[in-house]
């Protein structure tokens, strides 16, 4: 494999604590070399590439741990293929993927079916996240063994909490076993019944059936007891409220073994989107959009540490199973092209997280999380980088996105801070340095 050399760029990687203008040399898919920037310009490999990243940022592969590719079963709405472009166009070098397929990812020849046609059609890596019951029907283990045995990273019903307390402990107990978290959806289903949107003042002006915030705290600390019950990791998926977070503190502080994500929308948008967009379906998703308050205390837990991760919860959908009325779509929206640049627009620009700490959100946490080894521009590690250009403006428009899905409340936003350029193991897999503006 020939040679890269990442020229100029602003290296980002808080694992070892770096923070400066550097080369990076990348050989046979490794990082070979970091160098002050300048330095060394002899001895590179023959044929080696340069790429410009000067006044870019220059950082260890971004992950997204929570991702619905769709393959098997719902190729109309996304592919391993297209939700991989769409990975790479948006800055990420790995994906997790869930299970909620069809058929659900629950068996070995499920996940193996998925690690193949990423191996023979993505162009990020994608690793595969394994049903906590057969089906998502929560009433029996799947075969957990066989799905890690065969690459899965961690077990999920997401799309369905697992609603048997029993079922989720023996899956506790069961994970352990292989190390890998249990990401779970929190969501009672008997308080969030046939709801469409975040229960409150805006459902009732609107007329539609509301989803109490509750619904989800009483999952969350159901889960967690389970996790005191059994040492086993959790990891709660796209936490949205105010209560469930601080649930989360509290048993960090009784040293449980929990982490938590929160999705981009969840942080940026409230319930009012839902108003103020005249009932647009795309600003319907599941958690639901939460009140200001929720939003505020989501900011303020990516503030001191409490959220470990930001994940897109990349949901696809045909462009026709939108185009109903709110209460009849389904819930998701198409995440992975706007997740940086809003993340960048709204968070880091205003200071309200330093440019590391977007780093640990969005690469090094996720992977810690999953286990798989990514998340740093160590010598000697993968070469995944992600370059960005946190100047670069552009208008989010879902006419140029590489999913085949157009759900997303963000079309039309000027955002500023975006991915130029992608790659992964030594190869890149997308760039648009040249159509960064400046």
């Known amino acids: 494999m020939a040679g890269l050399l990442v020229k100029g760029g602003r290296v980002i990687d808080p694992a070892t604590k770096t923070d400066a203008v550097m080369d990076l040399l990348i050989v046979d898919g490794r990082i070979a070399e970091r160098r002050p920037s300048g330095q060394g310009k002899g001895g590179l490999p023959a044929g080696t ?3 410009d990243a000067a006044t870019q940022w220059v950082c260890p592969g971004l992950v997204d741990m929570h991702v619905h590719l769709r393959e ?8 391993i293929e ?3 472009k769409a990975a790479a166009a948006g800055g990420f070098t790995s994906v997790a993927c869930m299970p909620n397929t069809d058929p659900w990812n629950d068996s070995l020849s499920v996940t193996e079916y998925i690690v193949a046609e990423a191996r023979r059609r993505g162009v990020v890596n994608v690793y595969p996240i394994g049903c906590v019951s057969k089906g998502g029907r929560g009433e029996e283990l799947a075969e957990i063994g066989d799905m890690v045995r065969s690459g899965a990273v961690a ?5 369905l909490p697992v609603g048997n307390s029993y079922l989720l402990r023996m899956a506790m107990e069961y994970t352990k076993i292989f190390g890998i978290p249990l990401i779970d959806h929190c969501e009672d289903r008997m308080l969030s019944a046939s709801g469409v949107m975040n229960e409150g003042y805006y459902s009732t002006v ?6 109490p915030a509750a619904a989800e705290e009483v999952a969350v600390g159901t889960d967690l007891a389970l996790a005191g019950l059994t040492g086993g990791k959790l990891h709660i998926a796209h936490l949205s409220t105010r209560g469930s977070l601080e649930k989360v503190r509290r048993a960090r502080r009784d040293g449980l073994q929990v982490t938590c994500e929160a999705t981009p929308h969840h942080l940026v948008l409230t319930d009012q989107a839902v108003a103020d967009s005249d ?3 795309n600003t319907k998703m599941n958690p639901p959009l939460r009140s200001e308050e929720d939003r505020q205390a989501l900011v303020l837990g990516l503030k001191d540490g409490t959220i470990d991760a930001i994940a897109s919860d990349h949901a696809p959908h045909h462009l026709d199973e939108k185009l109903v009325e709110f209460d009849d779509a389904p819930f998701g929206i198409a995440g992975l092209e706007t997740s940086v640049p809003l993340v960048l627009d709204r968070f880091v620009r205003p200071g309200v997280v330093t440019p590391a700490r977007f780093v640990e959100l969005m690469s090094l946490n996720p992977s810690r999380i ?4 990514k998340g740093t521009l160590a010598i000697g590690a993968d070469a995944d980088v992600t370059i960005i250009d946190p100047e670069a403006e552009r208008k989010v428009d879902v006419t140029r996105h590489q999913s085949k899905s157009r759900n997303t409340p963000f079309h039309g936003w000027t955002l500023r ?3 130029v350029a992608t790659i992964v193991g030594g190869r890149l897999v997308h760039e648009l340095l040249a159509a960064a503006t400046r």
């Open 49 to 51: 590439k340069v790429v």
């Open 155 to 159: 077990v999920s019903d997401d799309g």
């Open 82 to 84: 297209t939700g991989t």
């Open 370 to 373: 999953l286990g798989i080894g």
């Open 417 to 419: 801070g975006w991915p």
């Open 206 to 211: 609107l007329g539609l059936k509301g989803i």
């Open 279 to 281: 009932y647009d379906p």
């Open 72 to 79: 098997p079963g719902g190729e109309h709405k996304e592919t």
